[in-house]
């Protein structure tokens, strides 16, 4: 074989190379967008363009009460009923670094046995994750993000907690999951890196509760809300790092209708 001949059969090889190498690419992006992490397979949905919140009900029967239900969350806090309500008793463990970035939002979940005790029901603490802006507004103000504490009993009942974000400080523990977090979807775990979640809860854990729902599809009643009055305080910087891969992941607040707020104040 002559090094012209080499030469050619060389190319060749390269080329095949490159077509495989590029059809497995075009494969893999028509596949992306059918896929979701973690979870099973449920009918696109999306923040804005035609699969906003206001089309979601539209957008499988299973949605249907995202639209019809009369509990829906978030909500806009003002007045409520001042009660003696019970106290929230936490014992977050801590937690080997697991981060999905489902599309929708950048969640961690948490490995078993944190429970928070809410009166007389034990829950677990499942996953927590992260709306920009906040979906929850105080006096119709909304903050910069919202992080949402999801929990569940054995009775399937859940119970979500959550904060609100202000910018101030940087965030010893935001600092420490932003480092990982990136806008490619998908799963991944970081088993040397240890976190707690109850770095999140405020001293001050005075909180607006009210029976709510799912935030997204299939928007879900029945969910246990408490959202804490102290915020908690992040940096400019990592609010900017999370908007970088979610601009708008927050659902409108929705009617109270006859649904009760109850406050709860140290
Ligand atoms: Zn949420």
Not at 66 to 78: A, L, R, T, V, W
Not at 107 to 121: E, L, M, T
Not at 144 to 171: D, F, P, S, W, Y
Request: include cysteine; glycine fraction near 6%; aromatic fraction near 10%.
């Amino acid at each position: 074989m002559n090094n012209k001949t080499y030469g050619k059969l060389q190319g060749y090889g390269i080329l095949i190379i490159a077509v495989i190498f590029l059809s497995l690419v075009a494969n893999l992006a028509l596949a992306n967008p059918k896929i979701h992490w973690g979870a099973e397979l449920v009918p696109h949905w999306s923040y804005s363009g035609e699969e906003n919140p206001h089309h979601w009900a539209a957008l499988s029967p299973d949605f249907a009460i995202c639209s019809k239900g009369q509990n829906q969350s978030p909500i806009n806090f003002e007045s409520g009923t001042r009660e003696k309500s019970p106290n929230l008793v936490f014992n977050y463990q801590n937690t080997p670094l697991n981060i999905v970035n489902n599309g929708h939002t950048i969640q961690i979940n948490y490995a078993k046995g944190s429970r928070v005790i809410i009166g007389d029901k034990d829950y677990e603490l499942m996953q927590f994750h992260f709306h920009t802006p906040s979906e929850h507004t105080i006096n119709k103000k909304v903050a910069k993000m919202e992080l949402h504490l999801v929990h569940k009993n054995e009775e399937g009942e859940i119970a979500v907690i959550g904060i609100l974000i202000q910018q101030g400080q940087e965030h010893p523990l935001i600092k420490k999951i932003w480092q990982y977090i990136s806008p490619e979807q998908g799963e991944k775990n970081f088993a040397n890196v240890i976190i707690n979640a109850k770095d999140f809860i405020p001293v001050d854990q005075s909180y607006y509760n009210y029976i709510g729902s799912l935030t997204t599809p299939p928007c879900t009643e029945g969910v246990n809300w408490f959202v804490f009055k102290t915020p908690l305080k992040v940096s400019p910087q990592q609010i900017q790092q999370f908007t970088q891969i979610y601009q708008l992941n927050a659902r409108p607040v929705q009617p109270l209708n006859q649904r009760e707020i109850v406050i709860r104040e140290y």
